[in-house]
Protein backbone atom coordinates (compact mmCIF):
# COMPACT_ATOMS: atom_id res chain seq x y z
CA UNK A 1 0.00 0.00 0.00
CA UNK A 2 2.43 2.62 0.78
CA UNK A 3 4.71 1.70 -2.50
CA UNK A 4 1.09 2.62 -4.48
CA UNK A 5 0.90 5.95 -2.54
CA UNK A 6 4.11 6.82 -2.89
CA UNK A 7 3.71 6.34 -6.92
CA UNK A 8 2.72 9.73 -8.24
CA UNK A 9 1.58 7.41 -11.55
CA UNK A 10 -1.21 5.45 -9.92
CA UNK A 11 -2.56 8.33 -7.54
CA UNK A 12 -2.46 10.19 -10.48
CA UNK A 13 -4.62 7.60 -12.73
CA UNK A 14 -6.99 7.17 -9.51
CA UNK A 15 -7.24 11.04 -9.81
CA UNK A 16 -8.24 10.91 -13.74
CA UNK A 17 -10.71 8.09 -12.99
CA UNK A 18 -12.55 9.97 -10.32
CA UNK A 19 -13.07 12.90 -11.66
CA UNK A 20 -14.51 11.02 -15.03
CA UNK A 21 -17.03 8.76 -13.04
CA UNK A 22 -18.49 11.65 -10.67
CA UNK A 23 -18.64 14.11 -13.57
CA UNK A 24 -20.08 11.93 -16.05
CA UNK A 25 -23.35 12.57 -15.39
CA UNK A 26 -23.29 16.30 -16.72
CA UNK A 27 -22.60 15.12 -20.18
CA UNK A 28 -26.32 15.38 -21.13
CA UNK A 29 -26.68 18.66 -19.61
CA UNK A 30 -28.11 22.15 -21.18
CA UNK A 31 -26.92 24.93 -21.05
CA UNK A 32 -28.41 27.12 -18.63
CA UNK A 33 -29.71 30.94 -18.43
CA UNK A 34 -26.99 32.19 -16.86
CA UNK A 35 -24.50 33.51 -19.18
CA UNK A 36 -24.48 30.52 -21.83
CA UNK A 37 -26.57 32.44 -24.39
CA UNK A 38 -22.93 34.47 -24.80
CA UNK A 39 -21.46 31.88 -25.97
CA UNK A 40 -24.36 31.19 -29.09
CA UNK A 41 -24.18 34.40 -29.48
CA UNK A 42 -20.88 35.67 -29.98
CA UNK A 43 -19.14 35.38 -33.23
CA UNK A 44 -15.92 35.29 -32.31
CA UNK A 45 -16.57 31.29 -31.15
CA UNK A 46 -17.88 30.04 -34.36
CA UNK A 47 -14.49 29.55 -35.94
CA UNK A 48 -11.34 29.45 -35.51
CA UNK A 49 -9.83 32.34 -37.72
CA UNK A 50 -7.39 35.01 -37.31
CA UNK A 51 -9.89 37.59 -36.98
CA UNK A 52 -11.98 35.48 -34.37
CA UNK A 53 -8.39 35.13 -32.37
CA UNK A 54 -7.66 38.85 -32.78
CA UNK A 55 -11.10 39.67 -31.19
CA UNK A 56 -10.85 37.65 -28.13
CA UNK A 57 -7.47 39.27 -27.66
CA UNK A 58 -8.48 42.65 -27.80
CA UNK A 59 -9.80 44.47 -24.77
CA UNK A 60 -13.48 45.26 -24.86
CA UNK A 61 -15.06 48.24 -22.90
CA UNK A 62 -17.75 46.90 -20.54
CA UNK A 63 -15.92 43.31 -20.74
CA UNK A 64 -14.34 40.88 -18.73
CA UNK A 65 -10.64 40.11 -20.15
CA UNK A 66 -10.34 36.16 -20.30
CA UNK A 67 -8.73 35.12 -23.43
CA UNK A 68 -8.30 32.01 -22.71
CA UNK A 69 -11.49 30.99 -21.48
CA UNK A 70 -12.28 32.33 -24.92
CA UNK A 71 -10.12 30.61 -26.74
CA UNK A 72 -11.35 27.10 -25.33
CA UNK A 73 -14.74 28.10 -26.57
CA UNK A 74 -13.55 28.45 -30.42
CA UNK A 75 -11.75 24.60 -29.80
CA UNK A 76 -14.90 23.54 -28.89
CA UNK A 77 -16.92 24.94 -31.52
CA UNK A 78 -13.95 23.84 -34.25
CA UNK A 79 -14.42 20.49 -33.25
CA UNK A 80 -17.41 19.25 -32.02
CA UNK A 81 -19.57 21.41 -34.75
CA UNK A 82 -23.29 21.09 -33.92
CA UNK A 83 -22.87 19.03 -30.70
CA UNK A 84 -20.33 21.75 -29.26
CA UNK A 85 -22.57 21.40 -26.01
CA UNK A 86 -21.35 17.87 -24.82
CA UNK A 87 -17.88 18.59 -26.64
CA UNK A 88 -17.86 21.71 -24.17
CA UNK A 89 -18.72 19.62 -21.02
CA UNK A 90 -15.85 17.28 -22.15
CA UNK A 91 -13.57 19.34 -22.31
CA UNK A 92 -14.75 21.28 -18.47
CA UNK A 93 -14.09 17.44 -17.15
CA UNK A 94 -10.88 16.89 -18.86
CA UNK A 95 -9.93 20.37 -17.98
CA UNK A 96 -10.95 19.49 -14.36
CA UNK A 97 -9.10 16.41 -14.15
CA UNK A 98 -5.73 18.48 -15.12
CA UNK A 99 -6.50 20.78 -12.81
CA UNK A 100 -6.89 18.06 -10.08
CA UNK A 101 -3.53 16.65 -11.13
CA UNK A 102 -1.83 19.88 -11.06
CA UNK A 103 -2.95 19.87 -7.55
CA UNK A 104 -1.38 16.64 -7.06
CA UNK A 105 1.96 17.46 -8.41
CA UNK A 106 2.52 20.96 -6.51
CA UNK A 107 0.72 18.99 -2.92
CA UNK A 108 3.79 16.61 -3.47
CA UNK A 109 6.65 19.58 -4.16
CA UNK A 110 5.40 21.76 -1.33
CA UNK A 111 5.29 18.71 1.54
CA UNK A 112 8.52 17.43 0.80
CA UNK A 113 9.92 20.62 1.78
CA UNK A 114 7.80 20.92 4.54
CA UNK A 115 7.10 17.82 6.29
CA UNK A 116 9.79 15.68 7.53
CA UNK A 117 7.95 12.69 7.54
CA UNK A 118 7.80 11.66 3.73
CA UNK A 119 6.00 8.71 3.95
CA UNK A 120 3.34 10.68 5.74
CA UNK A 121 3.43 13.64 2.89
CA UNK A 122 3.24 11.66 -0.08
CA UNK A 123 -0.29 9.72 1.82
CA UNK A 124 -0.99 13.61 3.02
CA UNK A 125 -0.80 14.71 -0.47
CA UNK A 126 -2.96 11.79 -1.86
CA UNK A 127 -5.50 12.13 0.42
CA UNK A 128 -6.02 15.96 0.54
CA UNK A 129 -5.86 15.73 -3.62
CA UNK A 130 -8.77 12.79 -3.99
CA UNK A 131 -10.87 14.75 -1.02
CA UNK A 132 -10.29 18.60 -3.49
CA UNK A 133 -10.98 15.74 -6.30
CA UNK A 134 -14.33 14.86 -5.07
CA UNK A 135 -15.74 17.99 -3.36
CA UNK A 136 -19.20 19.04 -4.25
CA UNK A 137 -18.19 22.78 -3.85
CA UNK A 138 -16.47 22.53 -7.43
CA UNK A 139 -19.40 21.15 -9.35
CA UNK A 140 -20.66 24.83 -10.12
CA UNK A 141 -16.50 25.15 -11.82
CA UNK A 142 -16.99 22.05 -13.91
CA UNK A 143 -21.39 21.43 -14.86
CA UNK A 144 -21.87 25.07 -15.50
CA UNK A 145 -20.92 25.82 -19.28
CA UNK A 146 -19.36 29.50 -18.87
CA UNK A 147 -17.15 28.79 -15.68
CA UNK A 148 -14.71 27.21 -18.05
CA UNK A 149 -12.28 30.18 -16.46
CA UNK A 150 -12.72 28.61 -13.23
CA UNK A 151 -10.31 24.84 -14.41
CA UNK A 152 -8.12 27.08 -16.45
CA UNK A 153 -7.47 29.30 -13.15
CA UNK A 154 -6.98 26.07 -11.47
CA UNK A 155 -4.48 24.61 -13.64
CA UNK A 156 -2.30 27.40 -14.08
CA UNK A 157 -1.98 28.42 -10.61
CA UNK A 158 -1.34 25.52 -9.10
CA UNK A 159 1.80 24.89 -12.06
CA UNK A 160 2.56 28.31 -10.97
CA UNK A 161 3.50 27.60 -7.51
CA UNK A 162 5.14 24.19 -8.48
CA UNK A 163 7.35 25.70 -10.44
CA UNK A 164 7.70 28.74 -8.26
CA UNK A 165 8.96 26.06 -5.38
CA UNK A 166 11.10 24.54 -8.12
CA UNK A 167 12.59 28.01 -8.37
CA UNK A 168 13.08 28.53 -5.25
CA UNK A 169 14.70 24.82 -3.81
CA UNK A 170 16.61 23.85 -7.15
CA UNK A 171 17.08 26.81 -10.10
CA UNK A 172 16.40 29.76 -11.00
CA UNK A 173 15.39 29.02 -14.02
CA UNK A 174 12.21 27.79 -13.18
CA UNK A 175 11.02 31.29 -12.45
CA UNK A 176 10.74 31.86 -16.25
CA UNK A 177 7.99 28.77 -16.31
CA UNK A 178 6.62 29.88 -12.77
CA UNK A 179 6.30 34.09 -14.81
CA UNK A 180 4.37 32.18 -18.05
CA UNK A 181 1.92 29.93 -16.21
CA UNK A 182 0.95 33.16 -13.92
CA UNK A 183 0.33 35.08 -17.26
CA UNK A 184 -2.20 32.15 -18.31
CA UNK A 185 -3.60 32.13 -14.75
CA UNK A 186 -4.45 35.65 -15.36
CA UNK A 187 -5.69 35.41 -18.71
CA UNK A 188 -8.04 32.76 -17.31
CA UNK A 189 -9.43 34.57 -15.10
CA UNK A 190 -8.33 37.81 -13.00
CA UNK A 191 -8.56 36.60 -9.38
CA UNK A 192 -5.16 35.36 -9.93
CA UNK A 193 -4.09 38.43 -9.69
CA UNK A 194 -3.61 37.41 -6.22
CA UNK A 195 -1.30 34.49 -6.58
CA UNK A 196 2.24 36.93 -6.42
CA UNK A 197 1.19 37.34 -2.75
CA UNK A 198 0.78 33.57 -2.10
CA UNK A 199 3.81 33.35 -3.51
CA UNK A 200 5.30 35.79 -0.71
CA UNK A 201 4.21 34.10 1.80
CA UNK A 202 4.82 30.61 0.23
CA UNK A 203 8.65 32.40 -0.24
CA UNK A 204 8.90 33.66 3.32
CA UNK A 205 7.76 29.77 4.68
CA UNK A 206 10.28 28.77 2.59
CA UNK A 207 12.55 30.98 3.63
CA UNK A 208 12.07 30.40 7.70
CA UNK A 209 12.19 27.12 6.36
CA UNK A 210 15.84 27.13 4.37
CA UNK A 211 17.54 30.39 5.52
CA UNK A 212 19.04 32.32 2.64
CA UNK A 213 21.36 34.94 3.79
CA UNK A 214 20.59 37.01 0.60
CA UNK A 215 17.26 36.10 0.26
CA UNK A 216 16.20 39.98 0.39
CA UNK A 217 18.15 41.12 -1.51
CA UNK A 218 16.86 38.59 -4.53
CA UNK A 219 13.59 39.62 -3.81
CA UNK A 220 13.14 42.54 -6.14
CA UNK A 221 14.12 39.93 -9.47
CA UNK A 222 11.61 37.67 -8.28
CA UNK A 223 8.75 40.18 -7.76
CA UNK A 224 9.37 43.25 -10.04
CA UNK A 225 8.34 41.19 -13.32
CA UNK A 226 5.50 39.59 -11.68
CA UNK A 227 3.88 43.21 -10.44
CA UNK A 228 4.93 44.82 -13.74
CA UNK A 229 1.90 42.38 -15.35
CA UNK A 230 0.03 42.71 -12.64
CA UNK A 231 -0.62 45.65 -11.48
CA UNK A 232 -1.39 47.27 -14.26
CA UNK A 233 -3.89 44.26 -15.05
CA UNK A 234 -5.50 44.41 -11.42
CA UNK A 235 -6.18 48.65 -12.03
CA UNK A 236 -7.43 47.29 -15.57
CA UNK A 237 -10.00 44.78 -13.57
CA UNK A 238 -10.99 47.22 -11.21
CA UNK A 239 -12.11 50.15 -13.82
CA UNK A 240 -13.79 47.56 -15.98
CA UNK A 241 -16.13 46.48 -13.15
CA UNK A 242 -16.85 49.81 -12.66
CA UNK A 243 -18.04 50.41 -16.23
CA UNK A 244 -19.91 47.63 -16.45
CA UNK A 245 -21.91 48.34 -12.91
CA UNK A 246 -20.34 45.29 -11.68
CA UNK A 247 -19.35 47.28 -8.21
CA UNK A 248 -22.43 47.80 -6.31
CA UNK A 249 -22.77 50.29 -3.18
CA UNK A 250 -21.33 49.33 -0.01
CA UNK A 251 -22.62 46.96 2.35
CA UNK A 252 -24.21 49.02 5.15
CA UNK A 253 -23.57 52.19 3.52
CA UNK A 254 -19.83 53.01 3.82
CA UNK A 255 -16.67 51.66 3.61
CA UNK A 256 -15.88 50.56 7.29
CA UNK A 257 -19.51 48.92 7.83
CA UNK A 258 -18.81 47.43 4.43
CA UNK A 259 -15.49 45.82 6.17
CA UNK A 260 -17.41 43.79 8.58
CA UNK A 261 -19.51 42.59 6.18
CA UNK A 262 -16.21 41.17 4.33
CA UNK A 263 -15.28 39.59 7.90
CA UNK A 264 -18.38 37.22 7.56
CA UNK A 265 -17.62 36.30 4.02
CA UNK A 266 -14.38 34.96 5.07
CA UNK A 267 -15.57 32.81 8.06
CA UNK A 268 -18.69 32.24 5.36
CA UNK A 269 -16.19 30.52 2.68
CA UNK A 270 -14.98 28.06 5.50
CA UNK A 271 -18.21 26.89 6.54
CA UNK A 272 -19.03 26.72 2.30
CA UNK A 273 -16.24 24.17 1.97
CA UNK A 274 -16.06 22.22 5.10
CA UNK A 275 -19.77 22.12 6.99
CA UNK A 276 -22.17 22.48 4.11
CA UNK A 277 -24.24 19.69 2.63
CA UNK A 278 -27.03 21.20 0.56
CA UNK A 279 -24.87 23.47 -2.10
CA UNK A 280 -26.44 26.24 -4.12
CA UNK A 281 -26.23 28.30 -7.12
CA UNK A 282 -26.81 31.22 -5.29
CA UNK A 283 -26.24 32.01 -1.29
CA UNK A 284 -28.01 35.12 0.00
CA UNK A 285 -26.69 35.10 3.39
CA UNK A 286 -27.51 38.24 5.92
CA UNK A 287 -24.96 40.07 6.45
CA UNK A 288 -24.12 41.78 9.33
CA UNK A 289 -22.91 45.25 9.03
CA UNK A 290 -24.39 47.54 12.25
CA UNK A 291 -21.14 47.92 14.22
CA UNK A 292 -23.57 48.34 17.33
CA UNK A 293 -25.03 44.91 17.04
CA UNK A 294 -22.52 41.71 18.47
CA UNK A 295 -22.81 39.68 15.65
CA UNK A 296 -20.45 41.20 13.14
CA UNK A 297 -18.04 41.00 15.69
CA UNK A 298 -17.93 37.38 16.02
CA UNK A 299 -16.86 36.59 13.05
CA UNK A 300 -14.04 39.29 13.35
CA UNK A 301 -13.08 37.81 16.51
CA UNK A 302 -12.81 34.33 14.36
CA UNK A 303 -10.44 35.63 11.75
CA UNK A 304 -8.66 37.29 14.33
CA UNK A 305 -8.21 34.36 16.01
CA UNK A 306 -7.51 32.49 12.46
CA UNK A 307 -5.19 35.01 11.56
CA UNK A 308 -3.43 34.89 14.57
CA UNK A 309 -3.01 30.93 14.94
CA UNK A 310 -1.29 31.23 11.53
CA UNK A 311 1.02 33.86 12.57
CA UNK A 312 1.75 31.59 15.82
CA UNK A 313 2.23 28.44 13.62
CA UNK A 314 4.63 30.66 11.59
CA UNK A 315 6.79 31.44 14.25
CA UNK A 316 6.76 28.25 15.76
CA UNK A 317 7.29 26.93 12.18
CA UNK A 318 4.40 24.65 11.73
CA UNK A 319 4.36 26.26 7.87
CA UNK A 320 1.62 23.77 6.15
CA UNK A 321 -0.91 25.26 8.29
CA UNK A 322 0.39 29.27 8.53
CA UNK A 323 0.60 28.83 4.54
CA UNK A 324 -2.94 27.17 3.98
CA UNK A 325 -4.35 29.88 5.94
CA UNK A 326 -2.85 32.79 4.13
CA UNK A 327 -4.33 31.07 1.06
CA UNK A 328 -7.65 30.90 2.23
CA UNK A 329 -7.43 34.35 2.85
CA UNK A 330 -5.75 35.57 -0.40
CA UNK A 331 -8.07 33.57 -2.41
CA UNK A 332 -11.09 34.68 -1.36
CA UNK A 333 -10.14 38.41 -0.98
CA UNK A 334 -10.63 39.15 -4.58
CA UNK A 335 -14.42 37.84 -4.16
CA UNK A 336 -14.98 39.32 -0.81
CA UNK A 337 -16.61 42.43 -1.24
CA UNK A 338 -13.96 44.59 -0.54
CA UNK A 339 -15.53 45.51 -3.77
CA UNK A 340 -19.02 44.76 -3.62
CA UNK A 341 -19.74 42.53 -6.15
CA UNK A 342 -23.53 40.57 -7.15
CA UNK A 343 -23.12 37.69 -5.59
CA UNK A 344 -22.39 37.28 -1.81
CA UNK A 345 -21.29 33.71 -2.46
CA UNK A 346 -20.84 31.20 -4.98
CA UNK A 347 -19.32 27.93 -5.32
CA UNK A 348 -17.09 28.72 -7.77
CA UNK A 349 -15.30 31.31 -6.03
CA UNK A 350 -14.53 28.62 -3.55
CA UNK A 351 -12.80 26.38 -5.79
CA UNK A 352 -9.52 27.22 -4.95
CA UNK A 353 -9.83 28.37 -1.47
CA UNK A 354 -11.59 25.34 -0.40
CA UNK A 355 -8.09 23.25 -0.68
CA UNK A 356 -7.19 24.83 2.59
CA UNK A 357 -10.29 22.61 3.82
CA UNK A 358 -8.75 19.29 2.13
CA UNK A 359 -5.42 19.76 3.20
CA UNK A 360 -6.28 20.34 6.96
CA UNK A 361 -8.68 16.91 6.33
CA UNK A 362 -6.25 14.94 4.63
CA UNK A 363 -3.83 16.16 7.39
CA UNK A 364 -5.75 14.66 10.10
CA UNK A 365 -6.69 11.49 8.66
CA UNK A 366 -2.80 11.06 7.43
CA UNK A 367 -1.66 11.12 11.37
CA UNK A 368 -4.41 8.83 12.25
CA UNK A 369 -3.09 6.50 9.56
CA UNK A 370 0.82 6.67 10.82
CA UNK A 371 -0.02 5.86 14.60
CA UNK A 372 1.71 2.52 15.52
CA UNK A 373 0.10 2.53 19.23
CA UNK A 374 -1.61 0.15 21.60
CA UNK A 375 -4.48 1.90 22.86
CA UNK A 376 -6.76 -0.61 25.74
CA UNK A 377 -7.40 -3.98 23.66
CA UNK A 378 -6.74 -2.33 20.14
CA UNK A 379 -4.07 -3.62 18.05
CA UNK A 380 -1.92 -1.43 16.17
CA UNK A 381 -3.03 -1.08 13.19
CA UNK A 382 -6.67 -0.40 14.28
CA UNK A 383 -5.88 3.61 13.69
CA UNK A 384 -4.66 3.04 10.25
CA UNK A 385 -8.11 1.07 9.78
CA UNK A 386 -9.95 3.93 11.00
CA UNK A 387 -7.92 6.24 9.07
CA UNK A 388 -8.60 4.09 5.67
CA UNK A 389 -12.80 4.08 7.11
CA UNK A 390 -13.35 7.70 7.43
CA UNK A 391 -11.55 8.44 4.05
CA UNK A 392 -13.74 6.08 2.66
CA UNK A 393 -16.63 7.15 3.85
CA UNK A 394 -15.89 11.24 3.67
CA UNK A 395 -14.49 10.57 -0.06
CA UNK A 396 -17.71 8.54 -1.00
CA UNK A 397 -19.90 11.33 0.65
CA UNK A 398 -18.51 13.56 -1.28
CA UNK A 399 -18.43 12.32 -4.41
CA UNK A 400 -22.90 11.35 -4.15
CA UNK A 401 -22.82 15.10 -3.94
CA UNK A 402 -21.37 16.11 -6.11
CA UNK A 403 -22.91 13.33 -8.51
CA UNK A 404 -26.17 14.53 -7.03
CA UNK A 405 -25.44 18.15 -7.70
CA UNK A 406 -24.46 17.24 -11.17
CA UNK A 407 -28.45 16.41 -11.99
CA UNK A 408 -29.52 19.98 -10.37
CA UNK A 409 -27.78 21.83 -13.14
CA UNK A 410 -29.34 19.85 -15.30
CA UNK A 411 -31.18 22.78 -16.90
CA UNK A 412 -32.19 26.23 -16.33
CA UNK A 413 -35.49 25.53 -14.69
CA UNK A 414 -33.87 22.38 -12.46
CA UNK A 415 -30.75 24.68 -10.97
CA UNK A 416 -33.28 27.85 -10.08
CA UNK A 417 -36.17 26.02 -8.78
CA UNK A 418 -33.68 24.17 -6.72
CA UNK A 419 -31.96 27.35 -5.42
CA UNK A 420 -35.29 28.71 -4.77
CA UNK A 421 -36.45 26.08 -2.60
CA UNK A 422 -33.13 26.56 -0.02
CA UNK A 423 -33.25 30.86 -0.79
CA UNK A 424 -36.71 31.82 -1.72
CA UNK A 425 -34.89 35.52 -1.84
CA UNK A 426 -31.80 34.51 -3.94
CA UNK A 427 -32.05 37.25 -6.53
CA UNK A 428 -30.19 35.68 -9.60
CA UNK A 429 -32.60 32.54 -9.43
CA UNK A 430 -36.00 35.36 -9.17
CA UNK A 431 -34.50 36.45 -11.94
CA UNK A 432 -33.42 33.79 -13.89
CA UNK A 433 -36.23 31.92 -13.32
CA UNK A 434 -38.94 34.81 -14.11
CA UNK A 435 -37.01 34.92 -17.69
CA UNK A 436 -37.56 31.04 -18.13
CA UNK A 437 -41.13 31.77 -17.17
CA UNK A 438 -41.50 34.63 -19.95
CA UNK A 439 -40.58 32.05 -22.35
CA UNK A 440 -42.90 29.33 -21.38
CA UNK A 441 -45.41 31.80 -21.43
CA UNK A 442 -46.64 32.11 -17.83
CA UNK A 443 -46.11 36.19 -16.95
CA UNK A 444 -47.92 36.62 -13.52
CA UNK A 445 -45.56 34.43 -12.00
CA UNK A 446 -42.84 35.78 -14.11
CA UNK A 447 -43.78 39.25 -12.49
CA UNK A 448 -44.43 37.66 -8.94
CA UNK A 449 -40.30 36.16 -9.26
CA UNK A 450 -39.16 39.64 -10.53
CA UNK A 451 -40.71 41.76 -7.80
CA UNK A 452 -39.45 38.96 -5.09
CA UNK A 453 -35.94 39.61 -7.05
CA UNK A 454 -36.37 43.95 -6.94
CA UNK A 455 -37.33 43.62 -2.71
CA UNK A 456 -33.91 42.22 -2.41
CA UNK A 457 -32.04 43.81 -4.62
CA UNK A 458 -33.59 47.29 -5.69
CA UNK A 459 -30.91 48.20 -8.37
CA UNK A 460 -31.10 44.51 -9.83
CA UNK A 461 -31.74 46.01 -13.61
CA UNK A 462 -31.90 42.78 -14.94
CA UNK A 463 -35.10 41.95 -12.56
CA UNK A 464 -36.86 45.42 -13.20
CA UNK A 465 -36.27 44.70 -16.91
CA UNK A 466 -37.95 41.27 -16.80
CA UNK A 467 -40.83 42.94 -14.31
CA UNK A 468 -41.77 45.30 -17.59
CA UNK A 469 -41.41 42.06 -20.24
CA UNK A 470 -43.91 40.08 -18.02
CA UNK A 471 -46.18 42.85 -17.87
CA UNK A 472 -45.89 43.80 -21.52
CA UNK A 473 -47.57 40.26 -22.01
CA UNK A 474 -50.30 41.00 -20.07
CA UNK A 475 -51.07 44.63 -21.47
CA UNK A 476 -49.91 46.73 -18.67
CA UNK A 477 -48.17 48.49 -21.26
CA UNK A 478 -47.47 52.04 -19.23
CA UNK A 479 -46.22 49.93 -16.43
CA UNK A 480 -43.72 48.09 -18.65
CA UNK A 481 -42.72 51.81 -20.20
CA UNK A 482 -42.12 52.72 -16.76
CA UNK A 483 -40.19 50.05 -15.18
CA UNK A 484 -38.06 49.92 -18.51
CA UNK A 485 -36.84 53.18 -18.29
CA UNK A 486 -35.86 52.65 -14.96
CA UNK A 487 -33.74 49.53 -15.75
CA UNK A 488 -32.03 51.93 -18.00
CA UNK A 489 -31.59 54.51 -15.57
CA UNK A 490 -29.50 51.91 -13.55
CA UNK A 491 -27.91 50.08 -16.77
CA UNK A 492 -28.25 52.46 -19.92
CA UNK A 493 -26.63 50.18 -22.27
CA UNK A 494 -28.81 47.25 -21.56
CA UNK A 495 -30.42 46.21 -24.51
CA UNK A 496 -32.62 43.80 -23.47
CA UNK A 497 -34.46 46.94 -21.84
CA UNK A 498 -34.25 49.20 -24.87
CA UNK A 499 -35.84 46.83 -26.80
CA UNK A 500 -38.71 46.24 -25.08
CA UNK A 501 -39.18 49.59 -24.77
CA UNK A 502 -39.60 50.24 -27.80
CA UNK A 503 -42.06 46.89 -27.93
CA UNK A 504 -43.79 48.24 -25.19
CA UNK A 505 -44.19 51.52 -26.68
CA UNK A 506 -45.24 50.55 -29.98
CA UNK A 507 -47.80 47.58 -28.73
CA UNK A 508 -49.30 50.67 -26.74
CA UNK A 509 -49.94 52.40 -30.02
CA UNK A 510 -47.28 55.37 -29.27
CA UNK A 511 -45.49 54.41 -32.47
CA UNK A 512 -43.34 57.54 -32.48
CA UNK A 513 -41.77 57.05 -29.33
CA UNK A 514 -40.91 53.13 -30.41
CA UNK A 515 -39.92 54.21 -34.22
CA UNK A 516 -37.35 56.86 -31.94
CA UNK A 517 -36.20 53.62 -29.85
CA UNK A 518 -35.80 51.31 -32.65
CA UNK A 519 -33.69 54.14 -35.10
CA UNK A 520 -31.61 54.69 -32.36
CA UNK A 521 -30.54 51.05 -32.21
CA UNK A 522 -30.59 50.57 -35.65
CA UNK A 523 -28.29 53.92 -36.03
CA UNK A 524 -25.84 51.87 -33.26
CA UNK A 525 -25.57 48.90 -35.04
CA UNK A 526 -27.76 46.74 -32.20
CA UNK A 527 -30.49 45.44 -34.61
CA UNK A 528 -28.55 43.81 -37.00
CA UNK A 529 -27.37 41.52 -34.87
CA UNK A 530 -30.38 40.72 -32.86
CA UNK A 531 -33.01 37.76 -33.04
CA UNK A 532 -35.57 40.62 -33.19
CA UNK A 533 -34.79 42.06 -36.36
CA UNK A 534 -36.84 40.98 -38.27
CA UNK A 535 -39.83 42.61 -36.26
CA UNK A 536 -37.79 45.57 -36.02
CA UNK A 537 -36.92 46.00 -39.56
CA UNK A 538 -40.46 45.63 -40.03
CA UNK A 539 -41.64 48.13 -37.87
CA UNK A 540 -38.97 50.57 -39.01
CA UNK A 541 -40.12 50.19 -42.62
CA UNK A 542 -43.85 50.79 -41.48
CA UNK A 543 -42.51 53.86 -39.91
CA UNK A 544 -40.63 55.33 -42.30
CA UNK A 545 -42.79 55.11 -44.93
CA UNK A 546 -45.51 56.93 -42.85
CA UNK A 547 -42.84 59.70 -42.16
CA UNK A 548 -42.51 59.34 -46.20
CA UNK A 549 -39.61 57.79 -46.98
CA UNK A 550 -40.71 55.11 -49.69
CA UNK A 551 -37.36 54.07 -50.61
CA UNK A 552 -35.91 53.57 -46.82
CA UNK A 553 -39.47 51.81 -45.79
CA UNK A 554 -38.57 49.42 -48.68
CA UNK A 555 -34.89 49.14 -47.75
CA UNK A 556 -36.19 47.87 -43.78
CA UNK A 557 -38.63 45.80 -45.08
CA UNK A 558 -36.88 43.81 -47.62
CA UNK A 559 -34.13 43.41 -44.55
CA UNK A 560 -37.11 42.00 -42.75
CA UNK A 561 -38.88 39.86 -45.11
CA UNK A 562 -35.97 36.97 -44.57
CA UNK A 563 -37.02 36.68 -40.96
CA UNK A 564 -40.54 36.76 -41.56
CA UNK A 565 -40.79 33.99 -43.73
CA UNK A 566 -41.44 31.28 -40.85
CA UNK A 567 -44.74 33.11 -39.44
CA UNK A 568 -47.61 33.46 -42.09
CA UNK A 569 -49.28 35.88 -40.15
CA UNK A 570 -45.92 38.27 -39.84
CA UNK A 571 -45.31 37.43 -44.21
CA UNK A 572 -49.68 38.61 -44.16
CA UNK A 573 -49.25 42.14 -42.24
CA UNK A 574 -45.70 42.43 -44.58
CA UNK A 575 -47.33 42.27 -47.77
CA UNK A 576 -50.74 44.53 -46.26
CA UNK A 577 -48.24 46.75 -45.64
CA UNK A 578 -46.46 46.66 -49.48
CA UNK A 579 -50.56 47.15 -50.42
CA UNK A 580 -50.98 50.19 -48.41
CA UNK A 581 -47.69 51.58 -50.40
CA UNK A 582 -49.22 50.76 -53.60
CA UNK A 583 -46.29 48.55 -54.05
CA UNK A 584 -48.23 45.73 -56.13
CA UNK A 585 -45.71 43.76 -56.99
CA UNK A 586 -43.97 43.40 -53.91
CA UNK A 587 -47.57 42.68 -52.09
CA UNK A 588 -48.20 40.17 -54.94
CA UNK A 589 -45.14 38.22 -54.44
CA UNK A 590 -45.84 38.10 -50.78
CA UNK A 591 -49.34 36.86 -50.66
CA UNK A 592 -48.46 34.42 -52.99
CA UNK A 593 -45.33 32.82 -51.02
CA UNK A 594 -48.22 32.46 -47.78
CA UNK A 595 -51.14 31.28 -50.39
CA UNK A 596 -48.80 28.57 -51.42
CA UNK A 597 -47.94 27.13 -48.08
CA UNK A 598 -52.12 27.46 -46.83
CA UNK A 599 -54.06 24.43 -46.73
CA UNK A 600 -57.09 24.30 -48.44
CA UNK A 601 -60.19 25.79 -47.06
CA UNK A 602 -61.84 29.76 -47.05
CA UNK A 603 -58.73 31.15 -45.83
CA UNK A 604 -56.73 30.52 -49.18
CA UNK A 605 -59.84 31.41 -50.75
CA UNK A 606 -59.95 34.51 -49.52
CA UNK A 607 -56.20 35.09 -50.45
CA UNK A 608 -56.82 33.44 -53.70
CA UNK A 609 -59.43 36.76 -54.41
CA UNK A 610 -57.31 39.34 -53.23
CA UNK A 611 -54.30 37.67 -55.04
CA UNK A 612 -56.58 38.03 -58.26
CA UNK A 613 -57.40 42.06 -57.56
CA UNK A 614 -53.49 42.80 -57.46
CA UNK A 615 -52.81 41.03 -60.45
CA UNK A 616 -55.46 43.42 -62.23
CA UNK A 617 -54.06 46.29 -60.65
CA UNK A 618 -50.83 45.14 -61.81
CA UNK A 619 -51.62 45.44 -65.04
CA UNK A 620 -53.17 48.51 -64.80
Known amino acids: MTGRIRSPYIISVLLAVMVGVIYYNTLDNSPTNWDDPVLFTRTAYRGFTLEHVKDVLTFHEGSTYQPLRDLSYMIDFGLWGDRAVTGMHVQSIVLYAFMVLACYGFLRRLLQIFHDDEEEGYLWAAMASVLYAVHPVHVESVAWLFARKEPLLGIFTFLSLWAFIEARVTSWWYYLPCLATLVLAVLAKPTALVAPAVMFVLDLAIQKRRPDPAFWKKRLFVYLPMLAFTVPMAYRLVDMMQEAGGVKPYHGGGFWTNLLAVSQIFVSYIKLAGFTVNYSADYPIPLYTDPFSWRPWVYVAVNVILLASAVYAFMRKRLVYAFFVAWHYLFVLPVSHVFPIAQIMADRYALLPSLSWCVLVGYLLAKLWTVRKTVWSLSPGFFTALSVGLFCFVTLFYAYMTFRQNDIWQNSQSLWEDTLAKYPDSSPANVNLAAIYIKQGR ?169 SALEKKMRQ
Not at 467 to 481: E, P
Not at 517 to 530: C, K, N, P
Not at 598 to 606: D, F, I, N
Open 443 to 611: PLEAQELAIRAIRVLPYDYLAISNLALAQVMMGQYDNAISNYKAALRLKPSLIEARMGLAHAYWEKGDYENAYSVYMQLYQEGVVAGSRHAPTMYFRLGYMTWKYGDPRDARAFLAAAEPGLRGDLFKLSELAGVYTSMNDFRNAYRVYRTVYDRLEEGEPKAKLARLL
